[in-house]
Each structure stands twice: as structure tokens, then as C-alpha cells.
């Protein structure tokens, strides 16, 4: 093998895919998936991928720092690429430390165990950091986040991943530890599991459930279809310059009710209903607390450096995205059980 890669959180929405275009189309990469496999993780995201050779799966928590040592030494990992993380700003609200422990103590047992494994000298070795936008807080109705834009966290979630991103760049500084941080906007497609808006609304117009908007809909997300993600994390690994940031975004802002009103519109073709059929599901709910008003990215750096854009467009990402869904029903009856309900009921009844 050239290099055996762990990649962590590959259960999950963004790393499944992640996991499948490296182990794809690298046959010379041997590629291990370490994850806790939490409600968020789910290996049927990889049964096409699961027999491949240079695949294997892993379960393990970050947090547990002797076994992360372990891992280390039985794969002698030249690279990694970190994914594994508590992500639902909602389920931060409500429980804050499971997003202090996994995202900012597990990625220093990540650190820890990579830094005292590899040397300076090591060419190949390469600790990436997958981040997020949110740790630039919110903008007004003007602006771009770029790579120089001060961080502002303002949810548990957000500062967990802010300080993740300090403590990578520490361990850059201060022990030489060679790595590459990416922020990334809003991202949809298959997988994504049905608490993050999407998929909560396709699963809900599909079963002709309220779909709930939080405040007025006014708040802005950046979209990205999650395989043009998995590329620009693909072209990063590389190409990006070591001790670099890259921020990844759609150059595609919505506000939500707008983005609801066009997902209802592609529903109604796609389920036969008469056109705004969907559109009366809709449900105005009290809002976040805290809720960012706007995310948006300058992506320039990520383009003009290393050549990456997005190439789905909203309407197509979205009608793939709601196709996926609509065909494997399975998938979803699978992870819609008891405690996606129990989730779903506190944070929705009675909002
Ligand atoms: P996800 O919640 O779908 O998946 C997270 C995965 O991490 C799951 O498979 C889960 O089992 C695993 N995991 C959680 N805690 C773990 C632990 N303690 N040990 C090992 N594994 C653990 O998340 P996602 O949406 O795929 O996001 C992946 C990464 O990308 C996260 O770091 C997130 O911050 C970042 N990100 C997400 C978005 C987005 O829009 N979803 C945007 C930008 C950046
Ligand atoms: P989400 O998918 O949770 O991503 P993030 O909070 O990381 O941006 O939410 C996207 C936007 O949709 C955000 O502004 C919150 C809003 N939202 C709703 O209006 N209703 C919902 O049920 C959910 C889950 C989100």
C-alpha cells in the first residue's frame, strides 16, 4: 500500500462519502474508518464500499485516549482525515458537553497520538482537520467569511469546532505537527441524517408531516452538495499547502423558507401532488436560541489555488438529494426509530 490513511467519523453523512471516493479511487491507499458509531453513524452509508480490500472498519470513541493510542500502532497511519465529531447545533443547545468531549478532547487525542508518531521529516504525513464556517459566527446581510475573518463562535457546536481548529493549528505551531484545516458551509445530499434541515423536511412532506421553520425563515445558509465536498477535501489532501486554511462554500445562499418553498415544489412533481400541496406543511416555530442569522463563503482561495468549484447545482443536488431519499425508504424507517422519535418530540412538540 502507498499509505494508510484513518479517516475518522466515516459512518457518518460527510465522511461516509468521503470514505467512498478515497477507497474508490485510490486502490494503492488503505483506507480504516474509525468511529464510535453514535445515532449519527451508520455503516448501511457503506455497504457498497464495505468489501473493497483496501477498507476496513474500526469502532472506536477519540475520547478514549489509550485506544486511539492502540489504533496508531497497529495501522501506523501516514495520514488522517478528521471527520468524527458531535455536529447538530440543536443537540449542542440541549446538551452541550457530549460536544466538548468528542470534538475538542477527542481531536487532541488525535493530535497527541499523530505527533508522537510522526517525525518533522516524515514527507507524507498530513493531520486534516475538517471544520466548519459556523466557527466565524454570524453576518449581517453583507459579507463573505474568508480565511482571514476573526472566529466568533456563538453556539456550544461552533465553539466546540473553534477550538478543535486552535488546537490543530497549536499543535501546528508549537510541535511541528503537519496539518491542513478546511471550513465548509451547509452541506445536503444522501445520508445526511434526518435531524439537519433536508432531510427533515423531505422526510416530512413525504409523510405529510408539519415542516417546522424556525422564527420567520429569515436565516441564510451557504448549501453544498456533500460529494462536491468529498472532491474539495480530495484536492486538499493533495494539493493544499501544509499549515493552510481553505474555506469551502456553494456561492449559494437561501434563505430557508425560500429553500423550503423550492424543496416543496420539487416534492409535488416527484409525489404527484397538486403544485403547493406541500407548500401547506409548512409551520413557522419558535426559534433557535442563538440562532446565526447569515453564513456565507468566499471560496476564492480553494478556486484560484488549487482549481476547485462546485459542480452541482442547488436544483439538481436537491432533486438528487430528495431521489435518494424516496428510494431508499429503507434506510430511513431504519434510523427514523426510537430515539430519533424521542428527539424529535422534545424538540418539536409544543415549539
Ligand atoms: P455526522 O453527525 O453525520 O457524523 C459524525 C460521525 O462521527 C458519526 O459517524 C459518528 O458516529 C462519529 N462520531 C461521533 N462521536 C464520535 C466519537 N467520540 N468517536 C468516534 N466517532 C464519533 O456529521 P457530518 O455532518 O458528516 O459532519 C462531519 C464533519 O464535518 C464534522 O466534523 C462537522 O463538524 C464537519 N462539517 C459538517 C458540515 C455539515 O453541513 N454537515 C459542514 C461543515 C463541516
Ligand atoms: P441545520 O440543518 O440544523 O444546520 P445549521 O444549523 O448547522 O446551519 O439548519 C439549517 C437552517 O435551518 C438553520 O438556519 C436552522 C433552520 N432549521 C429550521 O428552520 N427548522 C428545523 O427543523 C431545522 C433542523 C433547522
Known sequence: ME???LVTGGAGFIGSHVVR???RNYPGYMIVNLDKLTYAGNLDNLRDVENLPNYRFEKGDITNAAFMEDLFDR???DAVIHLAAESHVDRSITGPMEFI???IIGTVNLLNAAKSRWTAGSPDSLFFHISTDEVYGSLGSGGLFTEKTAYDPRSPYSASKASSDHMVRAWHHTYKLPVVISNCSNNYGPNQFP???IPLAIHNIQTNKEIPVYGKGENIRDWLYVEDHAAAIDLIFHKGKTGETYNIGGNNEWKNIDLIRLLCGIMDKKLGRPEGASEKLITFVRDRAGHDLRY????SKVSSELGWKPSVSFR???EKTADWYLENEKWVSAVICGNYLEYYNEQYNNR
Open 3 to 5: 499509505k494508510t490513511i
Open 21 to 23: 471516493r478515497f477507497a
Open 316 to 318: 439538481e443536488g436537491l
Open 101 to 103: 468531549s468528542t470534538n
Open 296 to 299: 456565507a463563503i468566499d471560496n
Open 195 to 197: 435531524e439537519k434541515l
Open 75 to 77: 495501522h501506523r497511519f
